[in-house]
């Protein structure tokens, strides 16, 4: 139902104010034109030992943030008026979701389902995978009476990280025009490269499917006993007709319409394949945790001054080329129009392997001065990335 934004930002106020039986408020997406300093945030009463309080949550994309507020405290009409293109509210007596369109119309749905409240502090996270899923069992996350097995349980949360960054970059990516509202007739085309065992490509289906966004997930990894084990799987699991996979090296790959390129711990210059294939592709949204980058520190033989003075240390210059090799896949990706940043999705402590290059294609005009500092960073340190290389090819 349409109406006045203002009359939409009153009801949506009027029933934030009712503390005692708000349940929590969910902020979300942006606004055409319009800027907002995290990607989503969360908000909800709690109860402290003394006092009750409202605790918000605000995600930038890379971590989040919470802080609790005294009740009245939380200025939340200058929150909804922000820019955040997605508001929602639910309480005991019902709920509000108001969506404001590109053309800043505000439609609201009002729900009449009594939702539970819950105003403990601390209480524990809650998951996107369920450890019984068929599926986790199916791929040996779990074990047969639905439990994430020890040896697995930093593989169970690294697949949790990466749909917590997946989910709302991509609600963004259609809010902003950039990616199609899917449709079952229609859905979002998702490319996992160098998929393995499909950990990725299997929680990413299973996931999106039950939030309800309509998918077509397609595996792709160059070894023949993946594919046949991962298509045993989808079979079993009976959700063949919307997932694949494909025994294929990555730039022989032939798939139309990509919306999402993903991948989890390419080795080295498979990063490069996938980054490259995405590309190409015109993707519109790229996901990739980069892995064991050699390429470039081989080619690291003479450092400019006065990097040499950390270079001479091996453990160093293993990190530092790690940073370099990322740095520059980040700026080749922003010469061709993608909006493109480095992120950490999941703590050292589960895998050194942590960063995360997330990258949107918005077909922003290039930057001269971006371009020129490319090229001086690569003559500063005499290399060729392997992403330059595999695109001057195509």
């Not at 294929?248 to 711990?265: P, T």
């Not at 999941?346 to 371009?371: F, Q």
């Amino acid at each position: 139902m349409s109406i006045e934004l203002e009359q939409a930002f009153k009801e949506v106020l009027d029933l934030f104010s009712q503390t005692d039986s708000l349940v929590r408020a969910v902020l979300s997406g942006r606004r055409r034109n319009m800027q907002v300093e995290s990607e989503r945030i969360d908000i909800r009463p709690v109860q402290l030992k003394d006092r009750l309080a409202i605790q918000v949550a605000a995600n930038d994309g890379r971590q989040t943030t919470t802080k609790n507020y005294a009740v009245g405290e939380l200025d939340f009409r200058s929150l909804i008026s922000s820019g955040y293109a997605n508001i929602l509210v639910e309480s005991t007596n019902g709920a509000i979701s108001l969506r404001i369109t590109k053309k800043g119309e505000a439609l609201i749905h009002r729900d009449k389902t009594k939702y539970e409240q819950n105003l403990e502090h601390d209480r524990s996270k809650s998951r996107l995978l369920a450890p019984n899923d068929p599926f986790l069992i199916e791929v040996g996350i779990s074990d047969a009476n639905g439990v994430v097995k020890p040896s697995r349980q930093d593989k169970y949360l690294q697949v949790e990280e990466f749909l917590r960054l997946l989910v709302p970059t991509l609600n963004n990516a259609i809010g902003a025009g950039q990616i199609h509202k899917p449709t079952l007739a229609k859905p979002i085309v998702i490319a996992d490269l160098g998929c393995g065992n499909a950990y990725l490509t299997f929680a990413a289906h299973q996931y999106l499917t039950s939030v309800g966004i309509p998918v077509k997930v397609i595996g792709v990894d160059i070894r023949p006993e993946s594919f046949k084990r991962n298509t045993e799987i989808a079979k079993k699991l009976g959700i063949s007709e919307s997932i694949e996979f494909r025994a294929e090296a990555i730039d022989n790959l032939k798939i139309e319409g990509v919306d999402i390129a993903i991948a989890l711990h390419a080795c080295d210059t498979a990063t490069d394949d996938a980054l490259a294939w995405a590309i190409a592709c015109d993707t519109k949204l790229i996901l990739v945790a980069p892995c064991c980058q050699h390429d470039l520190q081989t080619q690291m033989v003479e450092a400019p001054e006065p990097w040499n003075l950390l270079t001479k240390f091996g453990l160093i210059k293993e990190r530092l080329g790690d940073l370099l090799t990322d740095s520059l896949r980040a700026a080749i990706l922003k010469n061709h129009g993608y909006r493109s940043e480095i992120i950490e999705f999941i703590g050292g402590e589960h895998t050194p392997r942590n960063i995360m290059i997330r990258a949107v294609k918005t077909n922003a005009p290039v930057d001269p001065a971006e371009e020129e500092r490319y090229a001086e960073l690569i003559k500063m340190w005499g290399v060729k990335p392997a992403l330059e290389e595999r695109l001057a090819s195509n």
